[in-house]
């Protein structure tokens, strides 16, 4: 097995990789902390897993376990490779051996059907007698389903299926529901954001379904190293919950790289392609025999990496392209099986992998990581490279950064990510644009009364009153009041869990077939006529967009230009919730009504970016209520910083464009997730103002979160964009992928003055 010492030696070799590296981080081993099996464990569940080579629990395992057995509700935040399935199994499946009569169904959930499948085929090879698991998600087979309602006592399932099937048909999972003891959710750091805030409230229907059948299960969660991960289980829950932290499992020291592409020799604005960069290490640690993994951002970057390093390996040696492979999610199971398979044996040794490998896939003994741009989160980045060294054996990682404002700055600030604590998880389950239909599902499933706003948050009487103008709920008063659902169709489709705004369908002009789905806020700027569309890696052209059917016809391609939409955007001020003076600047928190169009799109030179052309689009305006944290300068405060009138729209753009860029570094968001708009002049403030807002109905949390973190948030901004060493601006720093202007007016200097400005008196 290679040494990480001897892997930095064929990396690093050679003139043409010096100065890639920023920052070399050495995490040293932790030992293991054993503990003893409890004493409540079946003996035959003890049996099994000691028969599997768990000769005993880590501490960490046992005391979750414990508390959940207890009937604590309890939320185990350890890292990668730690056996957070233990800590879960241990009480659920002793629980099981008992039967449905005496309580004993676990109903578990996860964010992916994959993971459910990997989970399950972990039982299976334990086989503890008298424990019936199985999945209920979409690919369950319909006589498979009958056998779950009827004898399931160890239930795995997502989010989506409970939403759409299992809670509204309640009265068919009455057994199961009846004897419900432990609820499990896996994988909980990623419930963040909107998607996160409806989990919540699915949560919360849940446990007032199981009241319904007398039952009150315990919580269960399992989540990476997260801030908080108490707080963030309770907003989930809507329980106390307790949190164990200490992780009492072995791991091998980590070396841990930092890593930059160079410059583009071609014009020096833009950085070499990162997936080119990690394609070329991938080769090289392919050649060294080190078994890696490189995660990157969507299946086509996935087959680009594996492809391009078996390009790379064809001149070294013709064996060496076929140890190299892709793994993402869309293939079939037993072809992921297959490449886990040869992972571990050493038959494959190169794999380029989307996180479909990243959510709890048994791959152990790995060599090295490559991790091809910021994954969004700590938490993520840690997962991600937790992956290496899952043998306790030292291992090595790499972040490439990306040509992106927040990669740039992180890769050149190491304490940014070594030493801080991963980012609390963000979600707003009192969301009354989220509660709305979850009260309207709710009341389907047994009609709502006024002790319910305990259940679903302080929000519910202000969204029932609303719900009643509009005359989905109905409320009917006698010995106690009550609110009904007065439609006939399904209330669970008003509630589209992983996106906002309604769905639009993606549909293959050529054969009929649904590619898959994009909300309706996102479809006028990514699924307009004529737009190239990237759906989990494939390309498309969309032919045309129908708004009120919700339908966008695309046919394959694969064009040598990409397209930009063009928008043009106002927005209004609704309310100031928080405010705080900086001197002459102030910082403000609020609602705001985003108001978009898009009017045409910029067709790009796939390669080298230039602009081929703009065409005329035709779409109808969209507003959208959410949330929003602004900043403002009076024009003295401006001309004091060194910014003229003529520089001062592209100074306040480009700081409005690095901001967005910066904040996933406070809020655990991606920059897809927010918007911004700026102006020299805002008509409800009257000052320069820059806006950084959600992109989700009523909010998200994210901007919240920039409110209150916002020095650090604008300090990082400002330094992201004084170091980059472009002269102009460019993808790295002020330039943005979804710039509805297309990048025009920028002011590089200009939005450094501005930000010195704004920051010269924070507190």
Known sequence: MPRPNDLLDVLLSGPHRSGRVTHIESIPARAASPATWPEWVDPVVRGRFVTAGIVAPWTHQAQAASLAWSGRSVVVATGTASGKSLAYQLPALTAARSGRRAGGTTLYISPTKALAADQLRSLDELGVPDVVATTYDGDTP?????????????????????????????????????ALRFVVVDECHGYRGVFGSHVAQVLRRLRRVCALYGASPTFVLASATTADPAHTAELLTGLPVEAVTVDGSPSGSKTFLLWEPPLSADDGTRRRSVLAETADLLADLVVADARTVAFVRSRRAAETVAGLARDALAPVDESLPGRVASYRAGYLAYERRGLEAALNDGSLVGLAATTALELGVDVSGLDAVLIAGWPGTRASLWQQSGRAGRAGQDCLAILLASDDPLDSYLVQHPEAIFGQPVEATVLDPDNPYVLAPHLCAAAAERPLTIADASVFGPSTDDVLATLEHRRLLRRRIKAETTWHWTRRERPTELADLRGSGGLVSLIELDTGRVLGTVDQVRAHSTAHPGAVYLHQGETYLIESLDLDEGVAMAIGGAPDYTTTARTVSTLRVLEESSSVDWGEAQLTLGSVEVSSQVVGYLKRALR????????????????????????????????GAGVSAADAPGAAHAAEHASIGILPLVASCDRWDIGGLSTVLHPDTGLLTVFVHDGHPGGAGFAERGFHAAREWLAATREAVATCPCRDGCPSCVQSPKCGNGNEPLHKAGAVRLLDAVLAQAR
Not at 164 to 174: E, I, N, Q
Not at 610 to 627: A, C, H
């Open 142 to 178: 319909v006589e498979l389903r009958d056998v779950a309602r009827a004898h399931a006592t160890y239930l795995l399932t997502n989010p989506d299926m409970l939403h759409h099937a299992m809670l509204p048909a309640h009265h068919r999972w009455a057994g199961f529901l009846r």
């Open 608 to 639: 080298s970016g230039e602009v081929l052309g703009e065409v005329p689009l035709d779409l109808p305006e969209r507003r959208l209520r959410t949330r929003s944290v602004w900043w403002t300068l009076p024009d003295d405060a401006i001309a």
